[in-house]
Nanobody, 127 residues
Framework: QVQLAESGGGLVQAGGSLRLSCAAS????????MGWFRQAPGKEREFVAA????????WYADSVKGRFTISRDNAKNTVFLQMNSLRPEDTAVYYC????????????????????WGQGTQVTVSS
């Protein structure tokens, strides 16, 4: 079992920044690919960013590329999402997620490939 807890969401004006954190309970955190997803009202959950367990491989959705940065601190069992130049369309509940197994190298963009989810944190960007 992997328990995940997001924090850092809030209300920000367009053009502002927020930094989300996701703390994982498992001591083998360093062996898990980690992903960030978001879900806006009335929309499906969508991929935002993912980082492989080593931190070497990183992927972003086209909509956030150049504005968001995913990183991880394996010593602290934490993954981060730095969000800059925020836009109203970034408004959503943001979730961190981990796959069911360590050393996962599958479809990092597919929420169905993730078995563990945090409770989510609300990000609201005002225009």
């Amino acid at each position: 079992q992997v328990q995940l807890a997001e924090s850092g969401g809030g209300l920000v004006q367009a053009g502002g920044s927020l930094r989300l954190s996701c703390a994982a309970s498992r001591r083998t955190f360093s062996t898990y690919t980690m992903g960030w997803f978001r879900q806006a009202p009335g929309k499906e959950r969508e991929f935002v960013a993912a980082i492989r367990w080593s931190g070497v491989n990183i992927w972003y959705a086209d909509s956030v590329k150049g504005r968001f940065t995913i990183s991880r601190d394996n010593a602290k069992n934490t993954v981060f999402l730095q969000m800059n130049s925020l836009r109203p369309e970034d408004t959503a509940v943001y979730y961190c997620a981990a796959p069911r197994n360590p050393y996962y190298s599958g479809r990092y963009y597919d929420p169905n490939d993730y078995g563990y989810w945090g409770q989510g944190t609300q990000v609201t960007v005002s225009s």
